[in-house]
């Protein structure tokens, strides 16, 4: 719709790559909040009469936020390929499209977990703590960390991020590849990894990695007994969503050594107050959800999403559709 009728979309965060933005100026009148992390009081006070909503932040889409949108909406289009944050029967029961933007953040989020996983075998971050307080004595024995090479890896949950994970872990000479989920896929099989129970996975794998959705099957799957199953020397890396693993019990098993180590993108809570018991732990590489956070994939993940609303708005079948 273009003229004095133009569709309204309203954009959450004044910080997203103008790739996207530039799109939907051309086309519609765009709202765009005055915050990089604007509040839902922002959001719900901006929203009524918009046509499209484009989430920049995880702000969760829920039967207030829509009843407040009013029936204006059309579509809900998160910058994001993760859709825990939405409620996705109840926006679409209401017939409006909602869609996110997977694959073009896959490379990025898989190269965070290699960065990761290697970081938490090595001991990157106890190994920093050591220089500086001038504890630096390369002995013999001093900061051995654990191999790739030979081990094996299991990926909890073989989705896009998953398998490619496994494809940029392969030349690290991994001896096996497992992984658990609903059931045997024929991506797994096509990259050699073997699906088993998750029960397994925890026994066997000296490298665990996270890559599943947040649902309510997923929520605290990892907590005090999955932990006591797993191998005193595995390192458990998630990229996926923080509350998978249960915070307490994480640093529970990683202060008695019940793992060797993990390596965290996404936690729970995010923010991390500065004061956790999580930051303290020479045994936790941690990272800030920085998984997609590359020029090219914000700038590709602003142009999906954005052609997202613009396919909504035009009849068209989303290019991500929920
Ligand atoms: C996603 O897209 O879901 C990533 O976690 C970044 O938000």
Redesign the pocket.
């Known amino acids: 719709m273009s003229g004095p009728n133009k569709y309204r979309v309203l954009v959450t965060s004044n910080d997203v790559s103008p790739s996207g933005i530039e799109l939907l100026k051309e086309k519609y009148d765009v709202t765009i909040i005055p915050a990089a992390i604007s509040t839902r009081e922002q959001v719900l006070q901006a929203l009524p009469g918009h046509d499209a909503i484009f989430l920049a932040g995880?702000h969760v889409v829920n039967k207030e936020l829509l009843d407040i949108a009013g029936p204006t909406l059309k579509v809900v289009s998160s910058m994001?390929?993760?859709y825990d944050h939405m409620d996705i029967p109840e926006i679409k029961k209401r017939g409006i499209k909602v869609g996110n933007?997977p694959n073009v953040?896959t490379a990025a989020?898989a190269e965070v977990a290699v960065m990761l996983t290697l970081s938490a075998a090595r001991r990157a971050h106890e190994g920093r703590i050591q220089i500086a307080e001038n504890k630096w004595i390369s002995t013999p024995q001093w900061m051995l960390g654990r191999d790739l090479r030979g081990s094996t890896v299991g990926i909890v949950g073989l989705g896009n991020i998953g398998q490619a994970v496994v494809k940029r872990l392969k030349p690290f000479e991994i001896n096996r590849f497992i992984y658990s989920g609903h059931s045997r896929k024929p991506a797994g099989d096509a990259l050699g990894a073997t699906f088993v129970s998750f029960t397994d996975l925890l026994k066997e794998s000296d490298f665990i990695i996270v890559a599943t959705p947040l649902n309510g099957e997923t929520v605290n799957l990892f907590s005090k007994d999955t932990f006591a199953q797993m191998k005193k020397t595995a390192i458990l890396v998630n990229v996926g969503r923080g509350p998978v693993v249960n915070t307490d019990d994480l640093v529970e098993a990683l202060q008695s050594n019940t793992i060797f180590a993990a390596g965290l993108d996404?936690m729970y809570p995010e923010p991390l107050p500065s004061n956790h018991p999580l930051l303290s732990l020479p045994n936790a590489v941690i990272i800030p959800?920085l998984?997609?956070a590359t020029v090219q994939t914000r700038c590709d993940?602003s142009t999906t999403a954005a052609q997202n609303v613009i396919n909504a708005l035009e009849g068209k079948p989303l290019v991500y559709e929920l």
């Open positions: 995880h994001s390929a993760g933007t953040l989020v996404v959800h998984g997609s993940m």
